[in-house]
């Protein structure tokens, strides 16, 4: 059975940083492309970071760009998104996701099978 918890949300002021943790069971992350998604209040969920199979390739959405980082930690079997620089633009709530079946990076939800509770993010003084 795969288990995604993600973990690290919390509020923070705007211009701080977070690092949101995603630790997988049932799967290995490195053999699919998983991605991180943002869901802000009254919002569809958006794709924003993705990492492929073997970490080949990473994708991020032009707003975060240069600000958040997406990495795997392959012994721990457990995905990260470092954020810094945040802005209240990037409340919502965070959802990592793993896509099965291929090792492709997408930013559509509909391409990804098994997903994570979510972990809420609020950037706001």
């Known amino acids: 059975q795969v288990q995604l918890v993600e973990s690290g949300g919390d509020l923070v002021q705007p211009g701080g940083s977070l690092r949101l943790s995603c630790a997988a069971s049932?799967?290995?992350?490195?053999?699919?492309?998983t991605g991180w998604f943002r869901q802000a209040p009254g919002q569809e969920r958006e794709g924003i970071s993705c990492?492929?199979?073997?970490?080949?390739?990473?994708w991020y959405e032009e707003s975060v760009k240069g600000r958040f980082t997406i990495s795997r930690d392959d012994a721990k079997n457990t995905m990260y998104l470092e954020m810094n620089g945040l802005k209240p633009d990037d409340t919502g709530v965070y959802y990592c996701?793993?896509?099965?079946?291929?090792?492709?990076?997408?930013?559509?939800?509909?391409?990804?099978?098994?997903w994570g509770q979510g972990t809420h993010v609020i950037v706001s003084s």
């Open positions: 990492v492929t199979a073997r970490a080949k390739y990473t």
């Open positions: 049932g799967l290995t992350l490195d053999d699919y492309a």
């Open positions: 996701a793993v896509n099965v079946r291929d090792g492709h990076c997408s930013a559509f939800a509909l391409a990804y099978e098994h």
